[in-house]
């Protein structure tokens, strides 16, 4: 009898595959690359959110987390994830520049708030108000993420390339059944595909569609990520990442005009360079209504797990929620009440 399966292969699903693999746990993984949010991610891993200059929920303890764990999988897959850089924010106004030293005196955002305004970064991005540098941030190469681990997988025999069909999973007091397989706990890391999971799909997972566009420009020579209405990310050989978009509404995967030509806008009102649109990417992220990870187990079939609702933050969440999820199942220490399940049981019980 397997300790483990696991449903889903994003951020989530290899957070936990990696914890189980820690602790030593059989486990197996099934895959079917319905959901694309990982991959077409933009991987900025930032504690700060720079709209009003505010840390993002208990981020900084999870940076602490995060990066030691991506580090450690960067060995094991002698691949190299993290690319360290500083984000730059730039200001619209005076106002903005003393909000952001109004914030950098806070102990906990003042290790990432640097207080020298820097006059310009690039000639190519102008800036009436200068630019704070948000520093400790960087991206996670979430494609290259998701290839290699799903090949270390696929290497072990412990890798399904196929849907998991709900019809097929038997729930028993000693564990579950699928297929031939047997285990002690199954864990559901489907991302915004849990709305079609029968056991967990009354939880308030609402999704809201991501799109980016990749740029080439050989005049913008950008080397560290600026933010302004949205974000510019380079990528290496005069490729930059461009967005974000944020669709509540839409939940197709499939890249749309109106989002192209939104960004294609904004960056018009950013930089002053040539530049080509060489691609576009769309994806759903996997957000609650209370902004906050699902975390925890069925209310009524205690077997069955969770670990989702990671939003547009799930580089640094995935990692910390993954291993406090597990504590839950195999320690018995209880989940954090903002990240367990149990306060949507109500929800559960009218559904």
Known sequence: MLDYIVVGLGLSGIAISSQLQKRGRSFVVF????????????????????????????????????????????????EKLLKPFNIYRRFHSIEEQNNWFEAADNFRLSPFLNTQLIRQVNNAIPGDFSFGKVEKTGALDTELLVRTYREYLEKHQILKNQRFDYSKLKISGKGVSYDGLEARNIIFCEGFGVVNNPYFNYLPLRGNKGEYLVIRSEELQLKQAVKSSIFILPLGNDLYKVGATYNHQDKTQAPTLAAKEKLKMDLDKMINCKYEIVDQVAGIRPATSDRRPLAGNHPEHQRLFICNGFGSRGVLIAPLISEKLLNFIEDEIPLPPEVDIRRFQKKFYRS
Do not use: H
């Not at 208990?58 to 450690?72: H, M, R, T």
């Open 31 to 78: 895959e079917d690359n319905s959901q694309t949010s990982t991959k077409v991610a933009g991987g900025i891993y930032n504690p700060v959110i720079l709209k009003r200059f505010t840390l993002a929920w208990e981020a900084d303890k999870q940076i602490n987390y995060s990066i030691p764990f991506y580090q450690k999988l960067e060995e094991e897959l002698d």
